[in-house]
Every structure is written in C-alpha cells, then in structure tokens.
C-alpha cells in the first residue's frame, strides 16, 4: 500500500493500481480527490469535506462513488444520484480494492455548549486507521494510525495517550493544516523519542505531497 499525505487531514491510499482518498477537505489542494477510484468522508465539517473537491473526483472518474456518513450523504447524495453509500460504525465494505471497517459515531467535543455531530473512522485493509475528528479506538490492532495533531477539539496530552491506547506500530501527524514550521518542530518533539513517550510506536510527519510506501 501506498500512503501520500495531501493538505490538513486528507490522505490518498493505492494499491493494485486503483486509488482510495479520504477526507479531501478545503484545506487540502483542490484536486487532493481527482484520480481516486472511491472517496471517504468522515464528517460534515468544510475541512474534511468539500463538495467542489468530490465533484471534480467524480468528473474525472464516472465510475468513482462516494462512502460516507448520512449527515453528509444527505447533502451530497442530489447531486451525485447512485454513487454515494451511507454507512455508519460497524459496517464493512470494499472499495477500490480495499477493505474497509467502520468505527465511531460521534465527533470529538469542542466545547459542551456546542451540539456533537456525528464523525466516523475508516480502518482500511485491517491495517490502517483515519479517525477523522474523534480519537475512536478500533476494536482490533492498528499498524498504521493516521494522528490527528492539532484542532480545536484537542490537547497534546490527549494525542499522547490516544497513540499509546491504539498502539500501533507507527503514527503519522494528519490534521495538522494549522501549524506554522514552529508548531509542527513542537509537535515533532512532543511525539518523538525526547518526548513523553507513545509506547513502541514510531512518529512522523509525512509533508503534503510526500509518500510511504506501507508494508
């Protein structure tokens, strides 16, 4: 499996020549989607999901589908007729060539005054887990956690803990579209080997554009 990491919280999978992205939201590049065989949104928030961004996705590729959560697919399912599934924690599923598990149900708390929506994870392949905006722990080992960094709905303490209760084998820094140089160096070192300590996980900031090649 191949991992690029695209802008803020969206990353693009392949594998067997076929492309799975998710979460190509308005803080990734406007064509983070196009190319993908299937797309996967975990919530409704603009930084996840951007209707312009699936559109071109889906314009490029008449056969590619959507899979995401109602609260989304309620919105986009007009505008895209048959190619949007609504799925929900527990349900599994493939696309482009992937397998796909459901875990989650709510988006993490910004504030308690604040109504919680709805969020999903998708755990691709068994193996690698995108929480969206919510620090759900499968239910099953993670070799790959995709680490939501830095929101307004967390503390480093909290991103700490999350990686030593998922304990997978390797982290890697997503929703990260609002540090500066300096704030991903904090974070660097926070998560790092001079840092707390996330168990026998291993840290890494991928750069927009970069990719890994997972085994």
């Given at each position: 499996?191949?991992?690029?990491?695209?802008?803020?919280?969206?990353?693009?999978?392949?594998?067997?020549?076929?492309?799975?992205?998710?979460?190509?939201?308005?803080?990734?590049?406007?064509?983070?989607?196009?190319?993908?065989?299937?797309?996967?949104?975990?919530?409704?928030?603009?930084?996840?999901?951007?209707?312009?961004?699936?559109?071109?996705?889906?314009?490029?590729?008449?056969?590619?589908?959507?899979?995401?959560?109602?609260?989304?697919?309620?919105?986009?399912?007009?505008?895209?007729?048959?190619?949007?599934?609504?799925?929900?924690?527990?349900?599994?599923?493939?696309?482009?060539?992937?397998?796909?598990?459901?875990?989650?149900?709510?988006?993490?708390?910004?504030?308690?005054?604040?109504?919680?929506?709805?969020?999903?994870?998708?755990?691709?392949?068994?193996?690698l887990f995108h929480p969206g905006d919510?620090?759900?722990?499968?239910?099953?080992?993670?070799?790959?956690?995709?680490?939501?960094?830095?929101?307004?709905?967390?503390?480093?303490?909290?991103?700490?803990?999350?990686?030593?209760?998922?304990?997978?084998?390797?982290?890697?820094?997503?929703?990260?579209?609002?540090?500066?140089?300096?704030?991903?160096?904090?974070?660097?070192?926070?998560?790092?080997?001079?840092?707390?300590?996330?168990?026998?996980?291993e840290h890494r900031r991928i750069a927009p554009g970069?990719?890994?090649?997972?085994?």
């Open positions: 499996m191949k991992l690029t990491k695209k802008g803020h919280a969206c990353v693009r999978l392949e594998k067997g020549g076929q492309t799975l992205v998710i979460d190509p939201g308005n803080f990734s590049e406007a064509d983070a989607a196009v190319g993908a065989d299937a797309v996967l949104v975990t919530h409704e928030h603009p930084d996840h999901f951007d209707e312009g961004r699936l559109r071109a996705a889906l314009d490029a590729n008449p056969a590619a589908e959507i899979w995401t959560l109602r609260s989304v697919a309620d919105q986009i399912a007009p505008a895209f007729p048959g190619r949007v599934r609504t799925v929900g924690n527990g349900d599994t599923f493939s696309a482009a060539g992937f397998d796909i598990e459901v875990h989650g149900e709510l988006h993490a708390v910004i504030h308690p005054d604040r109504p919680r929506i709805t969020n999903i994870g998708f755990l691709v392949d068994g193996s919510a620090l759900t722990v499968p239910d099953k080992g993670v070799a790959t956690l995709m680490l939501p960094v830095h929101a307004p709905w967390n503390k480093v303490s909290e991103i700490i803990d999350y990686v030593r209760e998922v304990a997978p084998r390797r982290a890697f820094s997503i929703h990260d579209g609002l540090l500066s140089d300096n704030g991903h160096g904090i974070y660097n070192t926070l998560l790092g080997p001079s840092g707390p300590g996330i168990g026998e996980a970069e990719s890994v090649e997972l085994a």
